[in-house]
Protein backbone atom coordinates (compact mmCIF):
# COMPACT_ATOMS: atom_id res chain seq x y z
CA UNK A 1 0.00 0.00 0.00
CA UNK A 2 1.56 3.63 -0.89
CA UNK A 3 2.21 6.52 1.08
CA UNK A 4 -1.06 8.44 0.04
CA UNK A 5 -3.08 5.53 0.69
CA UNK A 6 -1.93 4.71 3.85
CA UNK A 7 -2.17 8.52 4.37
CA UNK A 8 -5.83 8.61 3.36
CA UNK A 9 -6.51 5.90 5.55
CA UNK A 10 -4.97 7.20 8.82
CA UNK A 11 -6.79 10.58 8.30
CA UNK A 12 -9.63 8.82 7.83
CA UNK A 13 -9.99 6.64 10.67
CA UNK A 14 -9.01 9.85 12.66
CA UNK A 15 -11.60 11.34 11.79
CA UNK A 16 -14.03 8.48 12.16
CA UNK A 17 -13.23 6.04 14.40
CA UNK A 18 -14.82 6.67 17.95
CA UNK A 19 -11.79 5.17 19.80
CA UNK A 20 -9.41 7.71 17.84
CA UNK A 21 -11.76 10.32 18.78
CA UNK A 22 -11.68 9.36 22.82
CA UNK A 23 -8.09 9.54 22.88
CA UNK A 24 -7.75 12.91 20.99
CA UNK A 25 -10.36 14.25 23.17
CA UNK A 26 -9.85 17.24 25.72
CA UNK A 27 -10.69 15.84 28.18
CA UNK A 28 -9.76 12.00 27.34
CA UNK A 29 -7.77 11.20 30.84
CA UNK A 30 -10.66 12.18 32.54
CA UNK A 31 -13.21 10.09 30.56
CA UNK A 32 -11.20 6.82 30.36
CA UNK A 33 -10.33 7.13 34.55
CA UNK A 34 -13.81 7.70 35.20
CA UNK A 35 -14.72 4.46 32.40
CA UNK A 36 -12.07 2.20 34.19
CA UNK A 37 -13.12 2.99 37.62
CA UNK A 38 -16.41 2.85 37.15
CA UNK A 39 -16.59 -1.01 35.25
CA UNK A 40 -14.16 -2.28 37.51
CA UNK A 41 -16.40 -4.70 39.41
CA UNK A 42 -18.90 -5.12 36.24
CA UNK A 43 -19.47 -4.82 32.99
CA UNK A 44 -23.21 -3.44 33.16
CA UNK A 45 -23.73 -0.63 35.50
CA UNK A 46 -27.17 1.07 35.77
CA UNK A 47 -27.61 4.49 34.59
CA UNK A 48 -28.71 6.54 37.50
CA UNK A 49 -25.99 4.60 39.60
CA UNK A 50 -23.32 6.32 36.75
CA UNK A 51 -25.14 9.37 36.94
CA UNK A 52 -24.27 9.80 40.59
CA UNK A 53 -20.95 8.82 40.42
CA UNK A 54 -20.17 11.06 37.64
CA UNK A 55 -21.99 13.73 39.35
CA UNK A 56 -19.64 13.34 42.32
CA UNK A 57 -16.34 13.48 40.35
CA UNK A 58 -17.80 16.47 38.78
CA UNK A 59 -18.27 18.18 42.26
CA UNK A 60 -14.55 17.80 42.98
CA UNK A 61 -13.31 18.48 39.26
CA UNK A 62 -14.91 22.06 39.47
CA UNK A 63 -13.31 22.33 42.74
CA UNK A 64 -9.94 21.25 41.72
CA UNK A 65 -10.25 24.15 38.98
CA UNK A 66 -9.73 20.71 36.38
CA UNK A 67 -12.90 21.53 34.42
CA UNK A 68 -15.66 24.69 34.71
CA UNK A 69 -18.46 24.08 32.46
CA UNK A 70 -21.58 24.13 34.07
CA UNK A 71 -23.24 20.60 32.55
CA UNK A 72 -24.32 17.84 34.11
CA UNK A 73 -23.70 14.08 34.53
CA UNK A 74 -26.77 12.73 32.80
CA UNK A 75 -25.67 15.16 29.80
CA UNK A 76 -22.02 14.19 29.70
CA UNK A 77 -23.54 10.48 30.11
CA UNK A 78 -25.78 11.12 26.48
CA UNK A 79 -22.79 12.76 25.13
CA UNK A 80 -20.90 9.57 25.35
CA UNK A 81 -23.40 7.34 23.65
CA UNK A 82 -24.11 9.42 21.25
CA UNK A 83 -20.24 9.42 20.79
CA UNK A 84 -20.27 6.02 20.47
CA UNK A 85 -18.13 5.08 23.94
CA UNK A 86 -20.86 4.16 26.09
CA UNK A 87 -24.17 1.81 25.11
CA UNK A 88 -27.27 1.94 26.89
CA UNK A 89 -29.59 -0.74 27.11
CA UNK A 90 -32.28 -1.42 29.34
CA UNK A 91 -31.30 1.78 31.20
CA UNK A 92 -27.97 0.25 31.94
CA UNK A 93 -24.55 1.00 30.51
CA UNK A 94 -21.65 -0.83 28.96
CA UNK A 95 -18.51 -0.03 27.72
CA UNK A 96 -18.23 -0.12 23.58
CA UNK A 97 -15.61 -1.99 21.49
CA UNK A 98 -14.26 1.68 20.86
CA UNK A 99 -13.87 2.14 24.25
CA UNK A 100 -12.10 -1.08 25.08
CA UNK A 101 -9.80 -0.31 22.41
CA UNK A 102 -8.04 3.32 23.66
CA UNK A 103 -8.34 1.68 27.66
CA UNK A 104 -6.50 -1.36 26.09
CA UNK A 105 -3.70 0.81 24.43
CA UNK A 106 -3.66 3.26 27.45
CA UNK A 107 -2.76 0.09 29.79
CA UNK A 108 -0.43 -1.29 27.48
CA UNK A 109 1.34 2.34 27.73
CA UNK A 110 2.60 1.42 30.83
CA UNK A 111 2.35 -2.27 31.45
CA UNK A 112 4.29 -3.47 28.34
CA UNK A 113 6.69 -6.70 28.64
CA UNK A 114 9.81 -5.99 27.63
CA UNK A 115 11.23 -9.51 28.58
CA UNK A 116 8.10 -11.25 26.93
CA UNK A 117 9.17 -12.25 23.40
CA UNK A 118 9.59 -16.07 24.51
CA UNK A 119 6.55 -16.84 25.19
CA UNK A 120 5.49 -14.61 21.95
CA UNK A 121 7.78 -16.93 19.95
CA UNK A 122 6.31 -20.05 21.78
CA UNK A 123 2.85 -18.97 20.59
CA UNK A 124 3.77 -18.12 17.17
CA UNK A 125 5.61 -21.55 16.71
CA UNK A 126 2.70 -23.92 18.04
CA UNK A 127 0.09 -21.72 15.84
CA UNK A 128 2.71 -22.17 12.78
CA UNK A 129 3.06 -25.70 13.64
CA UNK A 130 -0.67 -26.31 14.36
CA UNK A 131 -1.76 -24.59 11.12
CA UNK A 132 0.82 -26.71 8.88
CA UNK A 133 -0.69 -29.62 10.11
CA UNK A 134 -4.42 -28.74 9.35
CA UNK A 135 -4.20 -26.88 5.98
CA UNK A 136 -1.48 -29.75 4.28
CA UNK A 137 -3.58 -31.53 1.70
CA UNK A 138 -0.80 -34.39 1.68
CA UNK A 139 -1.57 -37.30 3.96
CA UNK A 140 2.17 -37.91 4.18
CA UNK A 141 3.12 -34.91 5.30
CA UNK A 142 0.56 -34.96 7.88
CA UNK A 143 1.57 -38.18 9.07
CA UNK A 144 5.30 -36.80 9.74
CA UNK A 145 4.08 -33.69 11.36
CA UNK A 146 1.57 -35.28 13.74
CA UNK A 147 4.52 -38.20 14.32
CA UNK A 148 7.31 -35.73 15.32
CA UNK A 149 4.67 -34.15 17.57
CA UNK A 150 4.12 -37.60 19.14
CA UNK A 151 7.94 -38.54 19.67
CA UNK A 152 8.20 -34.75 21.73
CA UNK A 153 5.30 -35.84 23.93
CA UNK A 154 6.29 -39.72 24.38
CA UNK A 155 9.82 -37.83 25.13
CA UNK A 156 8.27 -35.79 28.36
CA UNK A 157 6.58 -38.99 29.20
CA UNK A 158 9.62 -41.26 29.65
CA UNK A 159 11.08 -38.00 31.62
CA UNK A 160 8.19 -37.55 33.98
CA UNK A 161 8.57 -41.64 34.81
CA UNK A 162 11.63 -41.82 34.94
CA UNK A 163 11.36 -38.64 37.76
CA UNK A 164 12.82 -35.82 35.62
CA UNK A 165 10.03 -33.14 36.06
CA UNK A 166 11.50 -29.84 34.03
CA UNK A 167 10.11 -26.67 36.25
CA UNK A 168 10.15 -23.16 34.64
CA UNK A 169 12.21 -20.57 36.04
CA UNK A 170 10.62 -17.82 37.66
CA UNK A 171 11.13 -15.74 34.64
CA UNK A 172 9.23 -18.53 32.23
CA UNK A 173 6.66 -18.46 35.07
CA UNK A 174 5.81 -15.17 35.10
CA UNK A 175 6.08 -14.14 31.15
CA UNK A 176 3.67 -17.06 30.60
CA UNK A 177 0.92 -16.34 33.45
CA UNK A 178 0.69 -12.71 31.42
CA UNK A 179 0.79 -14.02 28.28
CA UNK A 180 -2.39 -15.84 29.74
CA UNK A 181 -3.97 -13.07 31.28
CA UNK A 182 -3.15 -10.74 27.90
CA UNK A 183 -4.75 -13.20 25.69
CA UNK A 184 -7.99 -13.51 28.14
CA UNK A 185 -8.51 -9.65 28.54
CA UNK A 186 -8.88 -9.06 24.65
CA UNK A 187 -11.66 -12.01 24.75
CA UNK A 188 -14.41 -9.53 25.25
CA UNK A 189 -13.85 -7.47 22.56
CA UNK A 190 -14.72 -9.70 20.14
CA UNK A 191 -18.39 -9.42 21.97
CA UNK A 192 -17.99 -6.03 21.83
CA UNK A 193 -17.89 -6.05 18.26
CA UNK A 194 -20.71 -8.09 17.60
CA UNK A 195 -22.85 -5.74 19.27
CA UNK A 196 -21.60 -3.09 17.35
CA UNK A 197 -22.30 -4.95 14.07
CA UNK A 198 -25.60 -6.05 15.31
CA UNK A 199 -27.08 -2.32 15.67
CA UNK A 200 -24.66 -1.40 12.83
CA UNK A 201 -27.44 -3.77 10.68
CA UNK A 202 -29.94 -2.43 12.47
CA UNK A 203 -29.66 0.96 11.72
CA UNK A 204 -28.55 0.14 7.54
CA UNK A 205 -31.92 -2.45 7.28
CA UNK A 206 -33.98 0.97 8.28
CA UNK A 207 -32.49 3.31 5.76
CA UNK A 208 -32.62 0.45 3.33
CA UNK A 209 -36.07 0.09 4.20
CA UNK A 210 -36.95 3.91 4.09
CA UNK A 211 -34.80 4.28 0.81
CA UNK A 212 -36.47 1.30 -0.99
CA UNK A 213 -39.89 1.16 -0.47
CA UNK A 214 -39.67 -2.51 -0.59
CA UNK A 215 -42.40 -4.86 0.63
CA UNK A 216 -42.38 -6.43 3.98
CA UNK A 217 -41.27 -9.42 2.42
CA UNK A 218 -38.44 -7.39 0.86
CA UNK A 219 -37.73 -6.32 4.17
CA UNK A 220 -37.71 -9.90 5.70
CA UNK A 221 -35.28 -11.08 3.00
CA UNK A 222 -33.03 -8.34 3.66
CA UNK A 223 -33.08 -9.39 7.02
CA UNK A 224 -32.08 -12.99 6.94
CA UNK A 225 -29.51 -11.77 4.48
CA UNK A 226 -27.72 -9.02 6.94
CA UNK A 227 -27.66 -12.31 9.98
CA UNK A 228 -25.99 -14.75 7.37
CA UNK A 229 -23.09 -11.84 6.87
CA UNK A 230 -23.03 -11.35 10.89
CA UNK A 231 -22.50 -14.72 11.20
CA UNK A 232 -19.59 -15.15 8.73
CA UNK A 233 -18.02 -12.13 9.83
CA UNK A 234 -14.72 -12.40 12.09
CA UNK A 235 -16.85 -11.51 15.32
CA UNK A 236 -19.68 -13.47 14.20
CA UNK A 237 -17.32 -16.66 13.84
CA UNK A 238 -15.67 -15.88 17.21
CA UNK A 239 -18.92 -15.29 18.80
CA UNK A 240 -20.54 -18.64 17.68
CA UNK A 241 -17.23 -20.59 18.54
CA UNK A 242 -17.55 -19.38 22.42
CA UNK A 243 -20.75 -20.54 22.52
CA UNK A 244 -20.14 -23.87 21.22
CA UNK A 245 -17.02 -23.96 24.18
CA UNK A 246 -19.52 -22.92 26.53
CA UNK A 247 -21.82 -25.52 25.35
CA UNK A 248 -19.50 -28.18 26.09
CA UNK A 249 -19.83 -28.97 29.28
CA UNK A 250 -16.32 -31.11 29.24
CA UNK A 251 -14.05 -28.35 27.79
CA UNK A 252 -15.61 -24.89 29.90
CA UNK A 253 -15.40 -26.99 32.97
CA UNK A 254 -11.38 -28.24 31.85
CA UNK A 255 -10.81 -24.56 31.41
CA UNK A 256 -12.60 -23.64 34.80
CA UNK A 257 -10.70 -26.24 36.96
CA UNK A 258 -7.20 -25.36 35.04
CA UNK A 259 -7.34 -21.86 35.73
CA UNK A 260 -8.17 -22.56 39.41
CA UNK A 261 -5.04 -24.15 39.52
CA UNK A 262 -3.04 -22.03 37.91
CA UNK A 263 -4.30 -19.00 40.29
CA UNK A 264 -3.60 -21.38 43.49
CA UNK A 265 0.71 -21.86 42.48
CA UNK A 266 3.18 -19.66 42.97
CA UNK A 267 3.37 -18.02 39.48
CA UNK A 268 -0.03 -16.32 40.22
CA UNK A 269 2.14 -13.71 42.69
CA UNK A 270 3.57 -12.27 38.96
CA UNK A 271 -0.47 -11.14 38.68
CA UNK A 272 -1.95 -7.89 40.23
CA UNK A 273 -5.03 -8.10 42.43
CA UNK A 274 -7.35 -7.17 39.51
CA UNK A 275 -5.67 -9.63 37.10
CA UNK A 276 -5.88 -12.85 39.56
CA UNK A 277 -9.68 -11.29 40.05
CA UNK A 278 -10.29 -11.69 36.62
CA UNK A 279 -9.08 -14.61 35.58
CA UNK A 280 -11.08 -16.22 38.92
CA UNK A 281 -14.24 -15.17 37.14
CA UNK A 282 -12.86 -15.36 33.38
CA UNK A 283 -16.13 -18.20 32.76
CA UNK A 284 -18.69 -16.10 34.42
CA UNK A 285 -17.95 -13.08 32.25
CA UNK A 286 -17.93 -14.76 28.91
CA UNK A 287 -21.44 -16.37 29.80
CA UNK A 288 -22.29 -12.56 30.87
CA UNK A 289 -20.90 -11.27 27.48
CA UNK A 290 -22.31 -14.20 25.54
CA UNK A 291 -26.10 -13.31 27.21
CA UNK A 292 -25.97 -9.19 26.37
CA UNK A 293 -24.93 -10.82 23.21
CA UNK A 294 -28.12 -12.52 22.49
CA UNK A 295 -30.11 -9.58 24.71
CA UNK A 296 -29.03 -7.13 21.97
CA UNK A 297 -30.06 -9.69 19.24
CA UNK A 298 -33.28 -10.16 20.47
CA UNK A 299 -34.07 -6.71 20.96
CA UNK A 300 -33.13 -5.58 17.34
CA UNK A 301 -35.20 -8.04 16.37
CA UNK A 302 -38.08 -6.81 18.44
CA UNK A 303 -37.56 -3.28 16.97
CA UNK A 304 -37.48 -4.10 13.04
CA UNK A 305 -40.11 -6.06 13.82
CA UNK A 306 -42.20 -3.24 15.68
CA UNK A 307 -40.63 -0.96 13.07
CA UNK A 308 -42.03 -2.92 10.21
CA UNK A 309 -45.29 -3.32 11.42
CA UNK A 310 -46.03 -0.15 12.48
CA UNK A 311 -45.25 1.55 9.04
CA UNK A 312 -43.39 3.92 10.83
CA UNK A 313 -40.47 3.11 7.31
CA UNK A 314 -43.32 4.57 5.37
CA UNK A 315 -43.92 7.76 7.00
CA UNK A 316 -40.67 8.50 7.27
CA UNK A 317 -40.32 7.58 3.44
CA UNK A 318 -43.14 9.95 2.81
CA UNK A 319 -41.21 12.82 4.94
CA UNK A 320 -37.96 11.88 3.05
CA UNK A 321 -40.12 12.91 -0.55
CA UNK A 322 -41.77 15.90 1.06
CA UNK A 323 -37.88 17.05 2.05
CA UNK A 324 -36.76 16.34 -1.61
CA UNK A 325 -39.22 18.24 -2.96
CA UNK A 326 -38.67 21.08 -0.68
CA UNK A 327 -35.09 21.23 -1.75
CA UNK A 328 -35.87 21.41 -5.36
CA UNK A 329 -38.31 24.50 -4.86
CA UNK A 330 -35.65 25.73 -2.82
CA UNK A 331 -33.59 25.22 -5.81
CA UNK A 332 -35.77 26.24 -8.18
CA UNK A 333 -36.39 29.53 -6.36
CA UNK A 334 -32.47 30.29 -6.31
CA UNK A 335 -32.73 29.92 -10.45
CA UNK A 336 -35.67 31.91 -10.29
CA UNK A 337 -33.90 34.85 -9.10
CA UNK A 338 -36.79 35.06 -6.34
CA UNK A 339 -35.45 36.84 -2.53
CA UNK A 340 -35.70 34.32 -0.08
CA UNK A 341 -36.97 37.48 2.07
CA UNK A 342 -40.25 38.36 -0.61
CA UNK A 343 -43.22 38.89 1.22
CA UNK A 344 -45.91 35.87 0.84
CA UNK A 345 -49.65 36.47 2.28
CA UNK A 346 -49.10 32.70 4.27
CA UNK A 347 -49.30 32.84 7.95
CA UNK A 348 -48.36 30.31 10.61
CA UNK A 349 -49.25 30.24 13.86
CA UNK A 350 -46.34 29.63 15.86
CA UNK A 351 -45.58 29.89 19.66
CA UNK A 352 -45.69 28.17 23.07
CA UNK A 353 -48.17 27.41 25.74
CA UNK A 354 -47.71 28.46 28.61
CA UNK A 355 -48.87 26.43 32.03
CA UNK A 356 -48.37 27.66 35.36
CA UNK A 357 -50.09 24.64 37.03
CA UNK A 358 -52.20 21.73 36.27
CA UNK A 359 -55.56 24.09 37.68
CA UNK A 360 -54.96 25.93 34.32
CA UNK A 361 -55.15 22.71 32.07
CA UNK A 362 -58.25 22.43 30.22
CA UNK A 363 -60.30 18.70 30.55
CA UNK A 364 -60.67 17.05 27.31
CA UNK A 365 -64.19 15.78 28.18
CA UNK A 366 -67.60 17.60 27.51
CA UNK A 367 -67.88 18.77 30.90
CA UNK A 368 -65.64 22.06 31.97
CA UNK A 369 -65.50 20.51 35.87
CA UNK A 370 -65.47 17.50 37.64
CA UNK A 371 -67.50 16.27 40.22
CA UNK A 372 -66.02 16.09 43.52
CA UNK A 373 -69.42 15.79 45.41
CA UNK A 374 -69.12 12.11 46.23
CA UNK A 375 -65.25 12.01 46.99
CA UNK A 376 -64.36 11.80 50.62
CA UNK A 377 -61.34 12.59 52.34
CA UNK A 378 -59.79 10.08 54.53
CA UNK A 379 -56.64 10.80 56.40
CA UNK A 380 -53.54 8.62 55.93
CA UNK A 381 -51.77 6.19 58.66
CA UNK A 382 -49.16 5.18 59.23
CA UNK A 383 -49.97 1.71 60.67
CA UNK A 384 -50.84 -1.16 58.39
CA UNK A 385 -54.13 -3.09 58.59
CA UNK A 386 -54.76 -6.37 59.38
CA UNK A 387 -55.73 -7.09 56.16
CA UNK A 388 -52.94 -5.14 54.38
CA UNK A 389 -50.34 -7.56 56.54
CA UNK A 390 -52.14 -10.90 55.18
CA UNK A 391 -51.47 -9.98 51.40
CA UNK A 392 -48.11 -9.49 52.03
CA UNK A 393 -46.02 -13.18 51.77
CA UNK A 394 -42.56 -11.59 50.98
CA UNK A 395 -39.74 -13.98 49.05
CA UNK A 396 -36.52 -13.75 49.98
CA UNK A 397 -34.69 -13.46 47.29
CA UNK A 398 -31.03 -13.94 48.74
CA UNK A 399 -32.34 -16.86 50.14
CA UNK A 400 -33.49 -18.00 47.22
CA UNK A 401 -30.36 -17.30 45.33
CA UNK A 402 -28.79 -19.44 48.23
CA UNK A 403 -31.13 -22.45 47.28
CA UNK A 404 -30.29 -21.91 43.76
CA UNK A 405 -26.87 -22.35 44.21
CA UNK A 406 -26.54 -25.22 46.08
CA UNK A 407 -29.14 -27.26 43.98
CA UNK A 408 -26.55 -25.79 40.97
CA UNK A 409 -23.58 -27.35 42.95
CA UNK A 410 -25.62 -30.85 43.51
CA UNK A 411 -26.33 -30.95 39.91
CA UNK A 412 -23.16 -30.53 38.97
CA UNK A 413 -24.56 -29.46 35.25
CA UNK A 414 -26.26 -26.35 34.08
CA UNK A 415 -29.62 -25.98 34.48
CA UNK A 416 -32.63 -23.59 33.17
CA UNK A 417 -35.40 -22.49 35.33
CA UNK A 418 -37.65 -25.19 34.61
CA UNK A 419 -34.60 -28.06 35.60
CA UNK A 420 -34.50 -25.89 39.16
CA UNK A 421 -38.38 -25.85 39.79
CA UNK A 422 -38.22 -29.74 39.10
CA UNK A 423 -35.45 -30.26 41.99
CA UNK A 424 -36.83 -27.32 43.70
CA UNK A 425 -40.49 -26.70 42.95
CA UNK A 426 -42.15 -23.20 43.97
CA UNK A 427 -44.57 -22.84 46.81
CA UNK A 428 -44.69 -18.95 46.60
CA UNK A 429 -46.18 -18.70 43.27
CA UNK A 430 -45.48 -15.93 40.68
CA UNK A 431 -43.32 -14.30 43.36
CA UNK A 432 -41.15 -16.82 43.93
CA UNK A 433 -40.46 -17.17 40.31
CA UNK A 434 -40.21 -13.92 40.16
CA UNK A 435 -37.04 -14.15 42.31
CA UNK A 436 -35.85 -17.02 40.16
CA UNK A 437 -35.67 -14.72 37.14
CA UNK A 438 -34.34 -11.92 39.03
CA UNK A 439 -31.26 -14.09 40.31
CA UNK A 440 -31.12 -15.41 36.64
CA UNK A 441 -30.14 -11.81 35.77
CA UNK A 442 -28.61 -11.08 38.46
CA UNK A 443 -25.71 -13.58 38.07
CA UNK A 444 -25.62 -13.18 33.93
CA UNK A 445 -27.42 -16.15 33.11
CA UNK A 446 -27.27 -17.36 29.18
CA UNK A 447 -30.43 -16.48 27.66
CA UNK A 448 -30.91 -19.20 25.43
CA UNK A 449 -32.98 -18.81 21.97
CA UNK A 450 -36.65 -19.57 22.69
CA UNK A 451 -39.16 -19.82 26.23
CA UNK A 452 -39.62 -22.64 27.86
CA UNK A 453 -43.10 -23.33 30.12
CA UNK A 454 -43.15 -24.20 34.14
CA UNK A 455 -45.20 -24.96 36.21
CA UNK A 456 -45.63 -24.00 39.81
CA UNK A 457 -48.31 -24.04 42.87
CA UNK A 458 -49.22 -20.92 44.67
CA UNK A 459 -49.44 -20.38 48.39
CA UNK A 460 -53.09 -21.75 48.55
CA UNK A 461 -51.85 -24.84 46.43
CA UNK A 462 -52.78 -23.97 43.19
CA UNK A 463 -51.48 -25.36 40.07
CA UNK A 464 -49.89 -22.57 37.59
CA UNK A 465 -48.38 -22.78 34.23
CA UNK A 466 -46.32 -19.78 33.27
CA UNK A 467 -44.38 -19.32 30.07
CA UNK A 468 -40.80 -17.33 31.11
CA UNK A 469 -37.75 -16.76 29.31
CA UNK A 470 -35.11 -19.76 28.79
CA UNK A 471 -31.76 -19.08 30.91
CA UNK A 472 -28.94 -21.47 31.45
CA UNK A 473 -27.78 -21.12 35.04
CA UNK A 474 -24.32 -22.82 36.49
CA UNK A 475 -22.89 -22.65 40.52
CA UNK A 476 -19.96 -20.74 38.29
CA UNK A 477 -21.90 -17.71 37.54
CA UNK A 478 -22.32 -17.49 41.48
CA UNK A 479 -19.98 -15.03 43.58
CA UNK A 480 -18.62 -16.53 46.28
CA UNK A 481 -20.67 -13.55 48.35
CA UNK A 482 -24.11 -14.03 47.52
CA UNK A 483 -24.46 -10.37 48.98
CA UNK A 484 -22.32 -8.79 46.09
CA UNK A 485 -25.75 -9.48 43.83
CA UNK A 486 -27.64 -6.50 42.65
CA UNK A 487 -30.77 -8.01 43.72
Not at 168 to 193: K, P
Not at 410 to 426: D, E, K
Request: glycine share 4%.
Amino acid sequence: MSFHELNARFRRLHKEHAAWRLLRSDNAPLILAFVADLFEEADEIAFGRAKMALDTELEHWREQGIIEVEVNAATYLRQWIQAGWLRELDDHLSKTDACEVALRFCRQLDQRETNATASHLRIVQDAVRDLSVAISPDPAERIQLLESRKAEIQRELDELEAGIVHELSDTEQRERIIEIYQLAAVLTGDFRRVEDEIRQIDQTLRVQMIESGGSRGDVILSLLEQEQLLAASDAGRAFDGFFQLLCDQNRSTELREQLKAILSRPAAKNLSEQQARFLGKLMRELSRESGRVFQVRRRTEENLRQFVESGAAGEMRAVDRLLGKLERLGVGFKEADISMRHETSLRLDSGHVKIQSPDSWSLKMPEEQLDTRNVQEHINTGTPSDTMLRQLHAVQVLAVAEKLRSTLRASRIPLSIAGLVARQPIQAGLEELIAFLRVARAVGATELQGRETVEIKDRNGQCLKAEIPHYLLSAEQFPERLEELIL
